[in-house]
């Protein structure tokens, strides 16, 4: 009990909310932290739980392949990358879907860390489809990172993401979901919990022992 006493102290879970603002400047305030703060986490016990810090894409892997052909009903990645396309779920896919999948590492302020994008959620970091890079502009090697995604490198942005619940033991990696655009005039300041009104801040108090599973 001593250790675990000493541990918690020196680590101590986040406080988060559960709830979706509908505001859209508010939401830009929910579980705000600095990278540097999460990957002291275990992911394990946010799962589901959305959170926000301010930064920038510093580079895209070009280790792992930048897009995966998925599924048209299941959307999980087809068993194969090259035809016969087939679903381990849902049996063969004739045309199947052509999905964002890149890692990038982002960083704030505090420190860099490991992202990974997912389609339909990344279509929004090139601002281009995945199909289109591939089929219309014939970017259809997965090894070689097309201009459009080089050109995400070095902007400005809110992320919203989450920890990845699948990455390999000892590995903290978020997954990309969505952009709070357009930054903050603070930029790299964590909002506190005195900016939200009263009834927010009453939630956060119900909240100091154990994290609140994001639905």
Same mark, same amino acid.
């Given at each position: $009990?001593?250790?675990?006493? @000493? $541990?918690f102290t020196a680590n101590p879970p986040l406080?988060?909310?559960?709830?979706?603002?509908?505001?859209?400047?508010?939401?830009?305030?929910?579980?705000?932290?600095?990278?540097?703060?999460?990957?002291?986490?275990?992911?394990?016990?946010?799962?589901?739980?959305?959170?926000?810090?301010?930064?920038?894409?510093? *580079?895209? *892997?070009?280790?792992?392949?930048?897009?995966q052909y998925t599924c048209r009903k299941c959307?999980?990645?087809? $068993?194969?990358?090259?035809?016969?396309?087939?679903?381990?779920?849902?049996?063969?896919?004739?045309?199947?879907e052509i999905s964002y999948c890149f890692r990038?590492?982002?960083?704030?302020?505090?420190?860099? @860390?490991?992202?990974?994008?997912?389609?339909?959620?990344?279509?929004?970091?090139?601002?281009?489809?995945?199909?289109?890079?591939?089929?219309?502009?014939?970017?259809?090697?997965?090894?070689?990172?097309?201009?459009?995604?080089? *050109?995400?490198?070095?902007?400005?942005?809110?992320?919203?993401?989450?920890?990845?619940?699948?990455?390999?033991?000892?590995?903290?990696?978020?997954?990309?979901?969505?952009?709070?655009?357009?930054?903050?005039?603070?930029?790299?300041?964590?909002?506190?919990?005195?900016?939200?009104?009263? @009834?927010?801040?009453?939630?956060?108090?119900?909240?100091?022992?154990?994290?609140?599973?994001?639905?």
């Amino acid at each position: $009990m001593p250790k675990y006493k @000493t $541990m918690f102290t020196a680590n101590p879970p986040l406080q988060v909310v559960k709830q979706k603002y509908p505001d859209h400047e508010k939401e830009k305030t929910r579980n705000w932290y600095s990278l540097s703060q999460l990957i002291a986490q275990n992911p394990l016990t946010y799962k589901s739980v959305r959170f926000i810090c301010e930064g920038s894409i510093v *580079s895209v *892997s070009t280790n792992d392949n930048w897009y995966q052909y998925t599924c048209r009903k299941c959307k999980k990645k087809l $068993m194969s990358d090259t035809p016969p396309f087939e679903c381990r779920d849902d049996g063969l896919q004739p045309e199947p879907e052509i999905s964002y999948c890149f890692r990038a590492i982002v960083a704030d302020d505090t420190t860099t @860390t490991p992202f990974v994008f997912f389609s339909p959620n990344a279509d929004v970091v090139p601002n281009i489809k995945c199909s289109k890079l591939v089929k219309e502009q014939g970017y259809s090697n997965p090894k070689e990172i097309p201009p459009a995604l080089e *050109s995400i490198k070095g902007k400005r942005h809110i992320f919203q993401f989450h920890f990845n619940q699948s990455s390999k033991k000892g590995i903290v990696e978020f997954v990309f979901d969505a952009f709070l655009d357009s930054p903050r005039p603070d930029t790299g300041k964590r909002p506190t919990f005195e900016d939200l009104d009263n @009834t927010n801040e009453m939630d956060i108090k119900r909240q100091k022992s154990t994290p609140i599973i994001d639905e």
